[in-house]
């Protein structure tokens, strides 16, 4: 129908033998008396036009930032448009919604993600560095960014109790000295956020439990007055813990200082795309940009600049607090790990390590 109304030469016969198309068929729709199926069935649409049209350029978007969005992720936004429509309570989308959305919407298709195995055999590719370089120079000029609107994150993991190995002076043709550790090592992960403007916002503390304690984190000494605390069940970051560091951490703390448009630089990880995190970054003017995922000890400035320093003197610290001698009980608790935290982050968080961390990664 579309090459007749396109001025086909010939008209619907001509169309009739090229496409083998019933010729009824064509001379009704060219009449307006019988409409194709996909027209047809517009009113047992779920969403409206406007909103499918929301998804596909949301897709659209997601796709040039690098990070794709996942089948639950168009379907989380689809329930979260129709629920704002109707006001109320809304059913589960259907099985086989994603591929009647597909169908309709040709632009889109499902793709399988390439494994991360075969991304670090590429890891160093050029084109892969230059493509996400070229993204973040367009966002850049586009949105007229400066230095305290771009931003980074990343999470770090500790081991409470794990010094770094050190130089140590002792008797020649002895072996290596062995250095007493505890036994239980738990792990905590420490969120870390640092923008181009050499600055490093709160960290967010993320201990292994079912429940946050406040002997974990009292007698806070003023530099640790504005940590945030939170637990999760392994001592990892997830879902609800990356939604809760964006809305009480960087939002609040880089809205008066950046402006209203910022960008964030953010890795691969599935809490740092869900339809809550990308949403609430629409909605208060935060650009996302993924690093690709092989290349993030090449391109993301934590990684480059500031991690292994900050392990460094986190192991450091905890071996100088071995060696003085003071009793740790049952092993290094929690309480106590937070100091070692605090001292490894004033060696390692300065504005020239800031600085040279996103010169290096090309920012």
């Known amino acids: 129908m579309k090459a007749v109304q396109g001025g086909l030469e010939g008209g619907v016969p001509a169309a009739v033998e090229i496409y083998g198309v019933p010729q009824t068929t064509l001379y009704y729709r060219q009449a307006g008396t019988r409409r194709s199926r996909q027209v047809a069935h517009v009113p047992q ?25 996942r089948l639950d992720n168009v379907r989380e936004m689809a329930l979260d448009l129709e629920g704002k429509r109707v006001g109320g309570a809304i059913e589960p989308l259907e099985k086989n919604w994603i591929t009647r959305f597909l169908n309709r919407h040709h632009t889109l298709a499902i793709k399988f993600s390439t494994q991360l195995e075969r991304q670090r055999a590429q890891a160093n590719d050029p084109r892969i560095i230059k493509d996400y370089l070229s993204k973040l120079g367009k966002l850049v000029r586009t ?38 550790h505890d036994r239980g090592r738990e792990l905590v992960t420490v969120v870390g956020t640092i923008s181009a403007a050499r600055q490093s916002l ?20 003023e530099k640790e007055s504005n940590y945030k ?10 879902d609800r813990l990356a ?4 809305e009480t951490i960087f939002e609040p703390q880089t809205a008066t200082v950046a402006g209203d448009t910022r960008l964030l630089i953010i890795d691969g ?8 995190f990308v949403k609430f970054c629409v909605e208060h003017s935060i650009l996302l940009l993924c690093l690709p995922s092989p290349s993030t000890h090449l391109l993301q400035p934590l990684d480059v600049g500031l991690f292994s320093p900050y392990q460094h003197f986190y192991g450091l610290a905890v071996d100088n607090h071995r060696r003085s001698g003071r009793k740790t009980g049952d092993g290094i608790k929690k309480a106590i790990f937070l100091c070692f935290v605090t001292e490894a982050r004033e060696k390692t968080f300065t504005l020239q390590n800031i600085s040279l961390a996103f010169e290096a990664c090309g920012i």
């Open 45 to 69: 649409q779920r969403l409206l036009e406007s909103d499918e049209t929301a998804i596909v350029k949301w897709c659209f978007d997601m796709d040039d930032r690098g990070f794709p969005a």
């Open 143 to 180: 949105h007229g960014l400066k230095a305290p609107q771009i931003s980074n994150i990343d999470e770090k993991g500790f081991l409470m109790g794990q010094a770094s190995q050190a130089k140590v002076l002792c008797r020649r043709g002895r072996r290596n000295p062995w250095v007493t």
């Open 202 to 221: 709160s960290p967010l503390i993320i201990y292994r439990g079912k429940a946050l304690y406040l002997g974990w984190y009292t007698n806070l000494t």
């Open 229 to 238: 605390f939170s637990y999760s069940p392994k001592g990892w970051i997830d």
């Open 243 to 246: 939604l809760l560091w964006l």
């Open 269 to 276: 990880h599935g809490s740092h795309i869900t339809y809550a």
